[in-house]
């Protein structure tokens, strides 16, 4: 069967808070034909089902809930022209520029001068954890929690186990109360974290979770102390939060290299894959970073995509940037010989362990770049270190890798 085919300027993969900021920004300066297209009915990305506040102070200046926060950045991408079409999913690649859509109005070809990736990020689902027992309902991760209650009005359960404690995991355990849901414990490998704790729950630290049990629905979850000690907490729900992974199978598909460490495609400081006129944006970079970093990051990379649209070059050669356990990734993961250091700045760095304001130290082979005292502690899931990025020109572009280490 052939598809109907068309062209545009610019087409934006992902209507989340990276992929409509960026439409937004590129609609009004004039880009042309912007389109962007979503699998999902509503645009928004991930803030649609985040009915809690927490949303717009860092980028908007001004507190919202994460549904206002979607409205918001979709009627500023229709307002600056951009055109917007949900329930459209984004299959694969016939081309460089050229991506196959499927909707339930059909198939359709489109080609771009210039693509935009923003597909985001997910929490690792149980099966992509490794976890063994059964199969049971009541295993969720916080992205379906909160599809459940707040988009479908499905009753959750009553006796829920979180596994995690970084900041998404607090969330789940609103979202739950909200529901009338008992939570039962939380439950984390990492240290206990330092975020104030929610009262009346306990928060088992250093604990794995070995196993599930139940059968049609879920009877409990198994745990390893750090003493050696094994347990069973009774629940019928158990919620997996954090733990991300980027929504890379698009770029994936498309022959984009992806970074080792962050899973996501590998870009330069101006958001350049190593494809000609393909750029990521968002969680799909780095997974879950606040909306207001994923939004910046879609407004930072506009006047990179209009210079590519008005011919500017596209950087062949590249230093890639590699980070030292227990750093596991830095984004943007490249250094472009043509441009600054990244836009806004700085580097954006993920820890596997706790650090208490760590020195990061930045080397090329034998010389050293740069070295940086951080002002906080790090932790695992919780917001990433940041590193200044005006050494980046003191880079030799045939010097091989940079390494960033964290002592
Ligand atoms: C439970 C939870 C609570 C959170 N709370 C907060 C908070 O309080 N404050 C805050 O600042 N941040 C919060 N965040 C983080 C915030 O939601 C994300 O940082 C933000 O949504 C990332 O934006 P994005 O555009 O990169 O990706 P997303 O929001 O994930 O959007 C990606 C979009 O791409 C679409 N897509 C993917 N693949 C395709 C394809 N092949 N074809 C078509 N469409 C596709 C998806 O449908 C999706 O709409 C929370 C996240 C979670 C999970």
Redesign the pocket.
Known sequence: MTRPTRTVDVLV????????AAAAGLAAAGAGRVEI????QQ?????RH?H????GL?DLHRPMT?PQYARHLTDVAVSAGARLRTG????GWAGPLTLD?TSPAGLERITARAVVL??????RPRSARLIPGTRPAGVLT??EL?QMVHLHGQPVGSRAVVVGAE??AF??VR?LRGAGVEVVAMVTEQPRPPQALLRGIPLLAHTTVTGLTGRSRLAGVGLLHRDGRTTTVACDTVVFTGDWIP?H??ARHGGIPLDPGSRGPAVDPAFRTAEPGVFA????LHG????????DE?RSAVGRVLGHLAGAPWPRATVPVQVEWPLCWAVPNLIAPDGPGPQGGRFLLRTSRPLARPRLVVTQGDNELHRQRMLRPAVPGGRGLQLRADWTGDADAGGGPVLIAAY
């Not at 993969?13 to 409509?20: E, F, I, K, T």
């Not at 944006?281 to 799909?284: E, I, K």
């Open positions: 993969v992902g209507a989340g808070p990276a992929g409509l297209v979503d699998r999902e645009s928004g990305g991930i803030p985040c809690h506040g927490g949303f860092r994460g459209v999913s984004v299959t859509t923003a597909t985001g990020a997910r929490e916080t992205g909160q900041p998404v969330s789940a979202t929504d199978e698009l944006v968002g969680n799909l879950g970073e606040p909306a207001g970093v994923a939004a879609g």
